[in-house]
Structures are given as structure tokens and as C-alpha cells.
């Protein structure tokens, strides 16, 4: 057997550890079952996501449209202007 440290912050922990307690784990089970996990499936055994569900990939991808179009976008004083030059 070996030990394993990690860092983190005080809230997640908590949080995870509410989770897992749900669940009937604790926390060192917890990151085993990932752990082992992660073996298994030669890859993070889960789709991370953005707060907003999406796949991080298509997370950044939406971030640099929304960028893009502060930039390059046009902007309106109303919804009655938008709709006139939606109409158009």
C-alpha cells in the first residue's frame, strides 16, 4: 500500500465528502473507485462539463463566439431595434 496527498480547498472537499457519504463512501474510497476507474477505461471515466452543461470543448467554443461577437457584433439600444433589423 501507498499513500496518496492531494490538495484542495476546504468547500469541494466537503461537499465531495457529502456526496460520497450519500453514496455510502468515504473519500479515500471515493478517489479509489476513480482511481480504478480511470484503468479501466484508459481515460477519466467521465465527461467533464462546463457550470452550464456543456462539454468543456464546446464550452470554450461558445466563450470565443461570445467573445467574437462583443468585438465584431452589433449592438442595440432596444428589442424593438433588433427586431427591424432582424425583419429587414
Do not use: H
Request: aromatic content about 6%; glycine content about 6%.
Amino acid at each position: 500500500m501507498t499513500t496518496l496527498q492531494i490538495r484542495i480547498d476546504e468547500k469541494t472537499k466537503r461537499k465531495a465528502k457529502k456526496t460520497l457519504e450519500s453514496l455510502g463512501l468515504d473519500i479515500s474510497s471515493g478517489v479509489k473507485l476513480f482511481l480504478e476507474q480511470v484503468i479501466t477505461t484508459q481515460s477519466i471515466p467521465f465527461s467533464p462539463v462546463t457550470p452550464s452543461g456543456y462539454k468543456l470543448r464546446r464550452g470554450r467554443e461558445y466563450l470565443k463566439e461570445l467573445d467574437e461577437i462583443k468585438k465584431n457584433g452589433k449592438s442595440f439600444s432596444s428589442v424593438d431595434e433588433m427586431f427591424v433589423d432582424i425583419l429587414k
